[in-house]
């Protein structure tokens, strides 16, 4: 038997063309599936002048549920929780879990002699790392002979 490289379209290639309906391409310049990042998957990151801050949503997650963990420059932030339901008169059970986990680079110099900080406040994790304090020049005077 001899199979054909031929393709068959078995949807209409009209049904992607609606702007809300197509899906970018990773190898297409008109499609920015990576311009933005942080800020669609509920990641953001940002710094200040002493700080670098990384939030991640996590809606209905228990804080006790969270893992936060940081190796070689990357923050990893992972969850889980489980639900169980049982109504023995109307013989129901359903058990279910969510889960996430972000991953992401921390920028910059993080100071390693200041354990970085994690709090949460309605369904945001809030993690802090303080930077390395930067070397201002300094002055020599010049001293004639």
Same mark, same amino acid.
């Given at each position: 038997?001899?199979?054909?490289?031929?393709s068959?379209?078995?949807?209409?290639?009209?049904?992607?063309?609606f702007?809300?309906?197509?899906?970018?391409?990773?190898?297409?310049?008109?499609?920015?599936?990576? @311009?933005?990042?942080? !800020?669609?998957?509920g990641?953001?990151?940002?710094?200040?002048?002493? #700080? &670098?801050?990384?939030? *991640?949503?996590?809606?209905?997650?228990?804080?006790?549920d969270?893992?936060?963990?940081?190796?070689?420059?990357?923050?990893?932030?992972?969850?889980?929780?489980?639900?169980?339901e049982?109504?023995?008169?109307?013989?129901?059970?359903?058990?279910? @879990?969510?889960?996430? !986990?972000?991953?992401?680079?921390?920028?910059?110099?993080?100071?390693? #002699? &200041?354990?970085?900080? *994690?709090?949460?406040?309605?369904?945001?994790?809030?993690?802090?790392?303080?930077?390395?304090?930067?070397?201002?020049?300094?002055?020599?005077e010049?001293?004639?002979?």
């Amino acid at each position: 038997m001899e199979v054909s490289n031929m393709s068959i379209d078995l949807l209409p290639s009209k049904l992607f063309s609606f702007p809300s309906m197509r899906v970018p391409s990773l190898w297409s310049d008109d499609d920015d599936w990576f @311009s933005s990042p942080l !800020s669609s998957n509920g990641l953001s990151v940002f710094e200040d002048n002493k #700080n &670098i801050y990384v939030e *991640a949503a996590v809606p209905g997650i228990d804080p006790k549920d969270v893992e936060i963990t940081y190796q070689d420059g990357y923050l990893w932030i992972r969850g889980e929780e489980k639900e169980e339901e049982e109504d023995k008169k109307k013989k129901f059970y359903r058990k279910s @879990s969510k889960s996430f !986990s972000y991953r992401v680079a921390v920028p910059g110099d993080v100071d390693p #002699n &200041i354990e970085p900080s *994690a709090t949460s406040k309605n369904g945001v994790m809030k993690v802090t790392f303080a930077k390395l304090p930067k070397s201002q020049p300094k002055k020599i005077e010049i001293k004639a002979k």
